[in-house]
């Protein structure tokens, strides 16, 4: 049978709060465990600009100084995560936005309480996610294929 290739993906970052509280691997094997792909990783000071340019939707909340300063605060992980409908299904293992609502069993379900540290961030659409892919990974993501696992997943 041939294989259908899923070739979606989202921009999944760990805020500060998460790098400080030492949480990276556990989300990355999350996204692991879930069956995603990781195409893209690197840890960023992140500039003012593209933090500005990342949230430019929420630039007139009251919050958004703030989530500027939070997100600058200590560095960031970001990652490319690809699979097959990788935008939804990270946001739903993210939980939502504000941690009290996220079920337990999310990322932020889990392990926070507070909107302004809340500990990752994910793509809230396919067309968002190639955008801030952009945006992040300028230089592009790596292109690889799963040779042993696409074939069971994906067949
Ligand atoms: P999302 O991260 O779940 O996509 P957005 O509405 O896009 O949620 O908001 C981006 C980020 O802004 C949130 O993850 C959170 O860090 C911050 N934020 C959103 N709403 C509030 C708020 O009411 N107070 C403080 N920070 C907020
Ligand atoms: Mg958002």
Redesign the pocket.
Known sequence: MASTEYTERTYIMV?PDGVERGLVGEIIKRFENKGYQLVAIELFKAEKTILEEH?K??SG?S?FP??IA?MQSGPVVGMVWQGKEVVKTG?LL?G???PLESAPGTIRGDFCVD??Q?LC??S?SVQNAESEIKLWFPRGVTQWKRERLDSLLYE
Do not use: E, I
Request: positive net charge.
């Open positions: 805020k949230y939707d929420l909340r919050f703030r989530l939070y946001r993210l939502a936005t504000n909107v302004g809340n961030h994910g809230d």
